[in-house]
């Protein structure tokens, strides 16, 4: 079955740049979704198809997906953006998710 | 607007079967699939299977089959989760989510539900 893998956590300093990693077999041949969950909350979407942006995410979330990685870059991080991120894909009739990234803010 | 709105929570024995419902609104149920994911406490998401509500056709992933039935009710416009043969490592919050496009992207998504099994 295929499998996507992300680091557990990703730190990143206030205003600085944030990057998450989703690693699979080719990814860059599938759609990626990401997602964003804070605690007690349903997952948000928050990039979907590798680069698009749902309306009334900010421009600050983007996305890239090519060879074996797809990205999650978040610019200028603030305190609101501490959360746990999810990859997605959908792969011969199932629905992958990464395992999550805890992303802090310092 | 949109929304999904499940049921309340619930506390189950080991062995038995719990349902859990998904109601959705402010869109035309029988045009969009959903999905159901679930949580365990302090770990990732995990899909569990996805109801087309036109027809009713299910697809279920490999580990819950042939413990989980989704169903559904266009007259209300509400989907079902059932899982039979509860044990304690199935104590976790169940979303349902409903699927934008044949990418897969879940669009919105249920409040959740937490399912505890406990003895």
């Known amino acids: 079955s295929y499998e996507l893998t992300q680091p557990l956590s990703v730190s990143v300093a206030l205003g600085q740049t944030a990057r998450i990693t989703c690693g699979g077999n080719?990814?860059?041949?599938?759609?990626v979704h990401w997602y964003q969950q804070k605690p007690g909350q349903a997952p948000v979407l928050v990039i979907y198809?590798?680069?698009n942006r749902p309306s009334g995410i900010p421009e600050r979330f983007s996305g890239s997906n090519s060879g074996n990685t797809a990205t999650l870059t978040i610019s200028r991080a603030q305190a609101g953006d501490e959360a746990d991120y999810y990859c997605?894909?959908?792969?011969?009739?199932?629905?992958?998710f990464g395992g999550g990234t805890k992303l802090t803010v310092l | 607007q949109v929304q999904l709105v499940q049921s309340g929570a619930e506390v189950k024995k080991p062995g038995a079967s719990v349902k859990v419902s998904c109601k959705a609104s402010?869109?035309?149920?029988?045009?969009?699939?959903l999905h159901w994911v679930r949580q365990a406490p302090g770990q990732g998401l995990e899909w569990m299977g996805i109801?087309?509500?036109?027809?009713?056709?299910?697809t279920y992933a490999q580990k819950f089959q042939g413990r989980v039935t989704m169903t559904r009710d266009t007259s209300t416009s509400t989907v079902y989760m059932e899982l039979s043969s509860l044990r304690s490592e199935d104590t976790a919050v169940y979303y349902c989510?409903?699927?934008?496009?044949?990418?897969?992207?879940?669009?919105?998504w249920g409040q959740g539900t937490l399912v505890t099994v406990s003895s």
């Open positions: 989510a409903r699927v934008y496009d044949s990418s897969g992207q879940n669009d919105y």
């Open positions: 402010g869109y035309t149920f029988t045009n969009y699939y």
């Open positions: 109801i087309n509500p036109s027809g009713g056709s299910t």
């Open positions: 080719n990814i860059g041949n599938k759609n």
């Open positions: 198809r590798d680069t």
């Open positions: 997605q894909v959908w792969d011969s009739s199932t629905v992958v």
